[in-house]
Each structure stands twice: as C-alpha cells, then as structure tokens.
C-alpha cells in the first residue's frame, strides 16, 4: 500500500517534459468568446513548428524560426490561417518564450518581451498551478508596464507558456491538458 501512495505521489511531481508528437490542449478566451484549440508539437530540434486543430473545422501551423526559438522578444496573437503555415519572424514567438528571455528570467527574475518587463512572483503561498489534475512546475510573471500574467513551463528546453491573464491585446488563455 505504500509503494503505491509513493509511486502515485511521485507521478503527479514528474516534470512535464515537451517533445516532437506532444498534445496540448488550451482553452482561448477571444473577446467574450471561448475557444478550445488543441495544438500537437511537430517538430523541436532548432524551430517549432505547431500544428492547430480548432475541433476538428480548421487547422493550420505556426512555424517559429531557430531565431526566435532562442532569442526571440514577442509574442505573435496574429490570428492563424486555415491550411496555411504562418512562419514568424526572426524575434517572434508563439505558445513560448525564447530559450534567451527563460534564461533571463532564472537569472535575473525578469525579462522583456513586447516592451514590456515581466517578473517573477512569489507563488508559495497559492494552490499549486494545475493542468488537469496534475500539478505543474510554473513560473508565474507578472508585467511592469502592462498587468499581463504569464504561467510559463520551468524547462529551459521548452518554456511553453501555459497561461495568460490580463493580456493587453484582449486574447488570454489557459492549458487544460497536455499529453
């Protein structure tokens, strides 16, 4: 009985490791509307490429380069087009932060991106942030000259952001599974 409350304790505290074929499944809130996009990582090795799936009627891909992989400084929200690749910019990113902003952020307690300086909060006293039932390793920021909040993975491989609240640009989202 108590190998199995450990090994189930232990599961819940893995890292959440994203790879080529990995599923994440977010909930979109677009001006008043909720949407549920589900995204599947296709490639990792130097770009990302993401596909989109919105339940099942459109579909397409964010291309985001090596460039902005490692040292992109914005978020792209452009809405995406259906059948098409939407390749980024060379200092865009999309679902993530760069490796150099995660960087920045372990190191320093903050980085900037969009103009805006984001920094890191003292959660300890919240519930732990959750995907599903499953408690996640996040780093929550919060922006200086914006009141955006971010929720973003705590690996320096792929720092996925998983939740945004009060984003300037009206478009905030949450992770709700990720596989």
């Known amino acids: 009985m108590l190998s199995l409350m450990f090994s189930s304790a232990f599961a819940q505290q893995n890292p ?10 977010y909930k979109f809130f677009l001006y008043g509307q909720t949407v ?15 596909d989109w799936n919105l339940r099942g ?6 291309l985001v380069s ?17 059948s098409a690749v939407l390749r980024l910019a060379p ?10 902003a995660f960087r920045l952020l372990k190191k320093d307690k903050k980085f900037v991106y969009n103009n805006t ?17 499953h408690e996640t390793d996040v780093l929550h920021v919060t922006g200086v000259e914006e009141h955006g909040e971010l929720w973003i993975l ?6 996925l952001i998983c939740q945004m609240k009060n984003n300037p640009v009206g478009i ?8």
């Open 16 to 25: 959440v490791a994203i790879k080529q074929g990995t599923q994440l499944d």
């Open 36 to 50: 549920g996009i589900g995204m599947t990582v296709r490639s990792v090795t130097d770009s990302v490429l993401l």
């Open 57 to 62: 009627m459109a579909f397409g891909s964010y």
């Open 66 to 82: 090596k460039e902005g992989f490692e040292n992109g400084n914005k978020l792209n929200f452009i809405q995406p087009t259906p």
């Open 91 to 100: 200092d865009e990113t999309f679902a993530v932060i760069s490796k150099a």
């Open 117 to 133: 300086t984001y920094v890191l909060q003292d959660d300890k006293k919240l519930p732990p942030f959750k995907v599903g039932d």
């Open 154 to 159: 705590n690996d320096p491989d792929f720092p």
């Open 172 to 179: 905030n989202f949450t992770i709700v599974a990720i596989r």
